[in-house]
């Protein structure tokens, strides 16, 4: 079974408005993180949010938060008030705190900001 | 501050040939990862070193090895390149805290004729 899945291979959104990308994820393990990437079409993989699975409250980056639903299993990125810059691939990616040191991502959103 | 290095960025091999991709992180980093990304299939972990002196294996190891030299330093070998090989390699760090997210590399970009 896929450990982060995510149903959305491309999106597109209006300048300045909102747009939230899907994540849900698998796992067992009562203690994980979750962590959201941007990666724009240079390549590099730039760190956006992460979300504790014991954090009382959603976590938010500036533009970025994070919708997390823990018995739904779903740690949504949503991004305010979009910009052409915000145009990438975004990768969500979980670790198990209890069972190692990997990460799992899932395939990605191709987010298209339109002017 | 130059985090996660990365050599070469850019590679062409012919089949059957071997290198080995460089990564050195200056961060003080306990655990070190080696993923490839292919278009639509995300990353995918080859192999990691959760400290220095341990390696295992992730989801496609078949066809590399690594070495993980010293606490700063994780190499990749292709001992025989194939074109399934061809693909944009990715070395990532982390510090032993599972809160603390990865810090990558700027890729190498890998082509197998």
């Known amino acids: 079974a896929q450990k982060i899945t995510q149903t959305q291979p491309g999106m597109f959104v209006q300048e300045k408005e909102a747009v939230t990308l899907d994540c849900t994820y698998d796992?067992?393990?009562?203690?994980?993180?979750l962590f959201w990437y941007k990666q724009p079409s240079s390549g590099e993989m730039i760190f956006l949010i992460y979300?504790?699975?014991?954090?009382?409250q959603n976590a938010t980056e500036g533009r970025y938060s994070l919708n997390f639903q823990k018995a739904r299993k779903s740690a949504n990125l949503v991004i305010s008030a979009s910009q052409l810059g915000d145009s990438a691939m975004y990768f969500c990616?979980?670790?198990?705190?209890?069972?190692?040191?990997?990460?799992?991502f899932g395939t990605g959103t191709s987010l298209t900001v339109i002017p | 501050n130059a985090g996660v290095t990365q050599t070469p960025k850019f590679q062409v091999l012919k089949t059957g040939q071997s290198m080995t991709l460089q990564c050195a992180q200056d961060?003080?980093?306990?655990?070190m990862y080696w993923y490839r990304q292919d278009p639509g299939m995300g990353l995918r972990l080859i192999y990691y070193?959760?400290?220095?002196?341990?390696?295992d294996k992730g989801e496609v190891p078949n066809g590399y090895n690594v070495s993980r030299l010293n606490k700063r330093e994780f190499s990749l070998r292709l001992e025989s390149a194939a074109p399934s090989q061809t693909s944009v390699y990715f070395c990532?760090?982390?510090?032993?805290?599972?809160?603390?997210?990865?810090?990558f590399g700027d890729g190498t970009r890998l082509s197998i004729l």
């Open positions: 990532a760090s982390t510090p032993q805290e599972g809160n603390q997210p990865q810090h």
């Open positions: 796992t067992s393990d009562p203690s994980y993180g």
């Open positions: 979300q504790g699975s014991y954090d009382q």
């Open positions: 990616a979980m670790r198990e705190f209890n069972t190692g040191n990997q990460f799992y």
């Open positions: 961060m003080n980093h306990n655990s």
């Open positions: 070193s959760a400290s220095e002196g341990t390696t």
